[in-house]
């Protein structure tokens, strides 16, 4: 099958076209052919070598981590998908892979495509979407009436989680540059802040939940608009100590994170803030709530553009240049 192929590590490295053997499939994976795939900053990174620690993939290696596509073949253990099924889904890390004609999932982390939407609107949805719902109704349990802080409205995880914020009820404030300001308005931003003439700080107060994406001085001036008692989360990293329990990380790449992360979490326990790291994982249970309120039209994607397949690594530079309105994704078919 076709797919694209990364060789080494190394900074903005291309992906290699090349034809590669069907992937075998495990008694409890389906295999999707691939007609779309979300592009994400994600990939850039693990192309960098930014990931190695916690995630030590073996080369070569297909990258993607978003698919939407139709069941080819169902292993003997899956019983809720059957061949010709639209589906969707955020691949598992260690099978990903979606750069490729076909890709396999576990039933666990797979969803029916959401109706109404193309392949590619639907490809662009499971890593923003379920990072959003991690953050938000898992670690946050964001209630009506609160206070939420979306940084970086306009890109892919902001747009989704702005949308997925207002529906759960809370006023939600973001940032972005003067060109998106309607955009973040028209998905339901209440407070916006152009980050090119203002600084957030001088303007938000008493936030219960503040989901950061961008870098370490942001993070450490998001404590400031929190109020005691609120919740910083961020997907940008530090890495803290459980997120090292949860992937059952080596001894010395817990003691790292500890290290990398003990000044956030010292500040953030001085002014009664919880501080947490979320790195998203699959979950097609999750997926399916998504999918619930797609249909019902409480959220709708954000797809800034469409590459062809074999523009893949023109694609991955787009991504990386941050100018993205929504999400990137490559189409097959």
Do not use: C
Not at 186 to 210: C, N, P, R, W
Not at 291 to 304: K, S, Y
Request: proline residues 4%.
């Amino acid at each position: 099958m076709k797919a694209f192929v990364l060789d080494r590590y190394g900074k903005k490295a291309a992906l290699r076209s090349a034809d590669i053997p069907m992937p075998e499939l495990r008694d409890d994976e389906v295999l999707v052919q691939v007609h779309a795939a979300g592009v994400n900053l994600l990939d850039a990174k693990i192309r960098d070598g930014e990931f190695k620690l916690i995630l030590p993939y073996r080369l070569p290696l297909v990258l993607g981590h978003d698919v939407a596509g139709v069941v080819a073949k169902v292993g003997p253990r899956v019983q809720h998908f059957r061949t010709g099924d639209e589906v969707y889904a955020r691949v598992d890390d260690f099978r990903i892979g979606t750069f490729a004609e076909f890709v396999p999932v576990k039933e666990a982390s797979l969803a029916l495509k959401p109706r109404g939407l193309t392949m590619e609107e639907a490809a662009s949805i499971p890593l923003v979407g379920l990072t959003a719902w991690q953050a938000l109704v898992v670690k946050a349990n964001l209630k009506r009436g609160q206070k939420a802080f979306i940084q970086a409205g306009s890109g892919g995880v902001g747009t989704f989680a702005i949308q997925l914020a207002k529906h759960l009820g809370a006023t939600v404030a973001t940032t972005t540059s003067t060109g998106n300001v309607a955009l973040v308005k028209t998905l339901g931003a209440d407070v916006v802040v152009d980050y090119k003439s203002q600084d957030f700080e001088d303007i938000l107060h008493g936030y219960d939940v503040v989901l950061n994406s961008q870098d370490g001085k942001t993070l450490e001036k998001s404590l400031r608009v929190l109020k005691r008692g609120g919740k910083l989360i961020s997907i940008s990293g530090p890495p803290d100590p459980e997120f090292g329990k949860e992937i059952a990380a080596p001894g010395f790449v817990k003691l790292v994170m500890r290290l990398l992360s003990s000044g956030i979490r010292r500040k953030a326990k001085g002014r009664g803030i919880d501080y947490a790291f979320l790195f998203m994982k699959a979950n097609g249970s999750q997926l399916r709530e998504i999918t619930r309120l797609i249909e019902a039209g409480a959220i709708h994607p954000v797809v800034d553009r469409i590459f062809p397949f074999a523009s893949i690594n023109e694609a991955l530079a787009y991504v990386e240049a941050g100018r993205a309105k929504g999400k990137v994704v490559i189409k097959f078919k």
